[in-house]
């Protein structure tokens, strides 16, 4: 199983499980992703909380992993499954909350960064190395990334794809907490209490009114990581040692 899932009191608990590989993404970790996502919703959570086992949240894709030998048609189908994710956190009615720890590096990063709200273990790092190894962002970070950080901040952490932690992505109102390492998922799951006691109406329409505004660019902008995505699988740029982004 790449992803487990449980539920109690109306709280999904979604974890990433590939922790031998710091739960790095291949195509089953992002199928389990999607499928727990729907259970949640069909199920009637209130509030999703979203979590790596082992050392790190996610280290971004498996580079590691073969090359796989895919049409471009196949590559854009892959890479729309990736959107997805984004697209099921923002259309889940409750609240989605990632919790934190270790990496969270490109795809993991994205993952991280498109829920509702952001809990970081202290000596977590967040960062965003996919220029450098010739990859291309996904996950509506094009358009998400820009309205909290601003653009000229947006545009140094995609080019020059530096680590930042938490301590700093706090300052630029990219997480809302940092807990002690190793209380990030108690953190979190305190929050999702939180949200299930209030009235279940209300907290889903006040998570749609926030997120209106961004969601009209938010679609356009999948689709062009797409099309990006899929200039830099056919550019013979992303040649450099097939390493996953973080220390496994």
Known sequence: ?????????????????????????????????????????????????????????CAGHDLKEPVPAETLAQTQARLWSLQ????????????????????????????????????????????????GVGLSVTGGISALLPRVVGLPRAKELLLLGERFGASQALSWGLINRVAPDGEHLGAALSIAEEIVARPPVAASLAKQVLDLGTDANLEQALATEVQHALLTSVSGENTKPREEFGNA
Do not use: K, W
């Open 84 to 131: 997805d994710v984004t697209l099921a956190v923002r259309r889940f009615p409750g609240i989605v909350i990632s919790a934190v720890h270790g990496y969270a590096l490109g795809a993991g990063c994205e993952f991280a960064l498109g829920c509702d709200l952001i809990v970081a273990s202290a000596s977590a790092q967040f960062g965003f190395p996919e220029v």
């Open 1 to 57: 199983m790449t992803v487990d899932y449980t539920c109690a009191d109306g709280i999904a608990q979604i974890h990433l499980n590939r922790p031998e590989r710091l739960n790095a993404v291949v195509p089953a970790l992002v199928e389990g992703l999607l499928a727990g996502f729907e259970r949640a919703a069909s199920g009637g959570a209130r509030a999703v909380v979203l979590a790596g086992r082992g050392r790190a949240f």
